[in-house]
T-cell receptor, first 114, second 113 residues
């Protein structure tokens, strides 16, 4: 079975632009979470979606938004890009919301802002 | 609020030596604890998890961790380091398995031949 897939793998944007990152969860997983990993730091939670509803939001500005589609794939959108948005964006998928099963991560999208 | 502290941003060991990576957590509820490994230009791979069952948890690649509630610790160990263990290791806490993870800042493990 395929793992969590993210696209694109790399992306270069300039300040002020908009970006959309995509994630497909493991088959059968209904939950998708997004994390931002700045170089040299641990990942920080941005959003969690379960059954197409937002279930959690981290401490990120409103420039960040996300949604989950009926097939459980997800998009992360970032508007008005800043240099500080340069990071590895990780998607994780999970099963039931109250499950004790851990999340599984994709390989991420490396976003560079010039 | 939950938090994780990983002591030592960089640990260097000789091949064949004991690996010990330290993690202390803070949580107001019984925690779920995880260790993830990240190789260069890759995502996070789960090494092991603690979900309130056995306090000594065995994971993949010969790693294990012991949950010590009195010390609020969840240190990661491996008896004998291999060159392929060189990577970044992250400890994380959550209040359930599929809820937002709070990560530590990571420990980079170097293995010297």
């Amino acid at each position: 079975d395929a793992g969590v897939t993210q696209s694109p793998t790399h992306l270069i944007k300039t300040r002020g632009q908009h970006v959309t990152l995509r994630c497909s969860p493991i088959s059968g997983h209904k939950s998708v979470s997004w994390y931002q990993q700045v170089l040299g730091q641990g990942p920080q939670f941005i959003f969690q979606y379960y059954e197409k509803e937002e279930r959690g939001r981290g401490n990120f500005p409103d420039r960040f938004s996300a949604r989950q589609f009926p097939n459980y794939s997800s998009e992360l959108n970032v508007n008005a890009l800043l240099l500080g948005d340069s990071a590895l964006y990780l998607c994780a998928s999970g099963t039931d919301f109250n499950s004790n099963q851990p999340q599984h991560f994709g390989d991420g999208t490396r976003l560079s802002i010039l | 609020a939950q938090s994780v502290t990983q002591l030592g941003s960089h640990v260097s060991v000789s091949e064949g030596a004991l690996v010990l990576l330290r993690c202390n957590y803070s949580s107001s509820v019984p925690p779920y604890l995880f260790w993830y490994v990240q190789y260069p230009n890759q995502g996070l791979q789960l090494l092991l998890k603690y979900t309130s069952a056995a306090t000594l948890v065995k994971g993949i690649n010969g790693f294990e961790a012991e949950f010590k509630k009195s010390e609020t610790s969840f240190h990661l160990t491996k008896p004998s380091a291999h060159m392929s263990d060189a990577a970044e290791y992250f400890c994380a806490v959550s209040d359930r398995g599929n809820t937002p993870l709070v990560f530590g800042k990571g420990t980079r493990l170097s293995v010297i031949a």
